[in-house]
């Protein structure tokens, strides 16, 4: 089985500064990585993935994370963020194998002030 | 766009009724999904379901059960509704583990 810690569950950060969400997972095998992002009074969308190789992956909305094998962690970051970037964010774990299903951090919310 | 579509946005019942969520998605997926979301304790997983009626327990199964008659309809049901199973449900599905889930809205059930 695997699980998911996100370590902060609150970020206030200011406009154009920078951001980083941290999350740790726990698994005995092999895992693709997720991070989702649920904006207020939404549903979650998936921001982006690690499936394999490269270790740095990144979103078309500037955000990137580095999946670290041997820290266990994908953490998430963004070098300047915008007010819309005000959200909560989840990573999750899955293991590779057809039949699936994806464990979910606690979540990190996001407040960005002008 | 896969879409996955939850009937009610939000709904409000009385402690012990039955109360029936809905969910419907239009991608042909195999996996389909059912979580609550509640306040510091991210998504939890009720339950899941990887063919037309096969389900399997998630991590909170207790005090709901499922139906999966269609591949594209996946029915939550909470058999005698509690004050503590109000919540945001939320419905995902998926054709396999690297392509992630695709989310509904969300229901969001208050339980009175």
């Known amino acids: 089985a695997q699980s998911v810690t996100q370590l902060d569950s609150q970020v206030p950060v200011f406009e154009e500064a920078p951001v980083e969400l941290r999350c740790n997972y726990s698994?005995?095998?092999?895992?693709?990585l997720f991070w989702y992002v649920q904006y207020p009074n939404q549903g979650l969308q998936l921001l982006l993935k690690y499936l394999s190789g490269s270790t740095l992956v990144e979103s078309i909305n500037g955000f990137e994370a580095e999946f670290n094998k041997s820290q266990t962690s994908f953490h998430l970051r963004k070098p300047s963020v915008h007010i819309s970037d005000t959200a909560e964010y989840f990573c999750a774990v899955s293991g590779l194998r057809k039949n699936y299903k994806l464990s979910f951090g606690a979540g990190t919310t996001v407040t960005v002030r002008a | 766009d896969v879409k996955v579509t939850q009937s009610s946005r939000y709904l409000v019942k009385r402690t012990g009724e039955k109360v029936f969520l809905e969910c419907v998605q239009d991608?042909?997926?195999?996996?389909m999904f059912w979580y609550r979301q509640d306040p510091g304790l991210g998504l939890r997983l009720i339950y899941f379901?990887?063919?037309?009626?096969?389900?399997e327990k998630g991590d909170i199964p207790e005090g709901y059960s499922v139906s999966r008659e269609k591949k594209e309809r996946f029915s939550l049901i909470l058999e005698s509704a509690s004050t503590n199973q109000t919540s945001m449900y939320l419905c995902?599905?998926?054709?396999?583990?690297?392509?992630?889930?695709?989310f509904g809205s969300g229901t969001r059930l208050t339980v009175v």
């Open positions: 698994s005995s095998v092999s895992v693709y």
């Open positions: 991608m042909d997926h195999e996996n």
């Open positions: 379901s990887y063919d037309v009626k096969m389900k």
């Open positions: 995902a599905s998926s054709p396999q583990a690297l392509y992630g889930y695709t």
